[in-house]
């Protein structure tokens, strides 16, 4: 279960967003909204635990969350199935073993390229590679950030399959999505939390 409680979220150290509490129980999902800006981004960042909450609390069931973002990750020198070992071997779960990564290939539809390079892939290739990876990390609890960008309507749906597995199997999942995946699942709308006006903050990117 993932409990997050009157939590203030920012960037550079400005509020973003305050006050947001919700509680997502093992099987179900949320689906964040809101307009470009808002704060989708930050809220995901900061309960994934990679930006540094303001105020509130977050809890989750410890070495159980993942992040994934528009940044694939992809290693471009390892083969799609080299790729996919090298997160497993990463996150230490049982996914070095072989039957997790054949289930993972084939449900993002990789099966026919997992011997192509990474950096050979098209987007949306990439993309589901990058997908691919949360089904061999064998983590429960998801943090999604706009997890269709770049994918065909297939591969969506392909995606959408697997995240009702995952749902199944007791796992969670937090996805910020401007379009509609077909899951059943509540919607949090951020515009009433906002915090403060875009303009004020610094920057908290050695690099941006
Ligand atoms: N590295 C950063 N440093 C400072 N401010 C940032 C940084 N990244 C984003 N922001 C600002 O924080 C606010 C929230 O951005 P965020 O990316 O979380 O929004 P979002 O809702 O995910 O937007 P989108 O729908 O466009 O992806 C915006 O005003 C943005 O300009």
Redesign the pocket.
């Known amino acids: 279960m993932l409990q997050v409680t009157n939590l203030t979220c920012g ?2 150290g400005v509020p ?1 967003l305050s006050g947001v509490g919700f509680t997502v129980a093992a099987g179900e999902a949320l689906i964040l909204r ?1 307009p ?8 995901l960042r900061t309960l994934a635990g990679l930006q540094p909450v303001l105020a509130g609390t977050v809890a989750f069931p410890e070495e159980q969350g993942a992040y994934a973002s528009h940044a694939d990750g992809i290693k471009s020198a390892l083969t799609i199935r080299e790729n996919l070992q090298f997160w497993a071997d990463i996150y230490g779960g049982g996914g070095s073993g072989s039957t997790l990564r054949e289930t993972a290939l084939a449900a993002f539809d990789l099966l026919d390229l997992q011997h192509r390079m990474g950096g050979t892939l098209s987007a949306g290739q990439k993309r589901r590679l990058g997908l691919a990876r949360l089904a061999v990390i064998e983590r429960k609890v998801l943090f999604l950030d706009e997890p269709t960008v770049s994918l065909d309507g297939f591969s969506v749906k392909l995606f959408a399959e697997w995240l009702r597995g995952h749902l199944a199997d007791g796992g969670l999942a937090v996805i ?1 999505t401007h379009i509609d995946l077909g899951i059943d699942a509540p919607e949090l709308d951020l515009t009433p939390y906002q915090a403060a006006p ?1 303009q004020r ?5 050695a690099f ?1």
């Open positions: 960037r550079g973003v809101g470009n800006g808002i704060g989708k981004t930050t809220l910020t875009d903050g610094g920057s908290d990117e941006l």
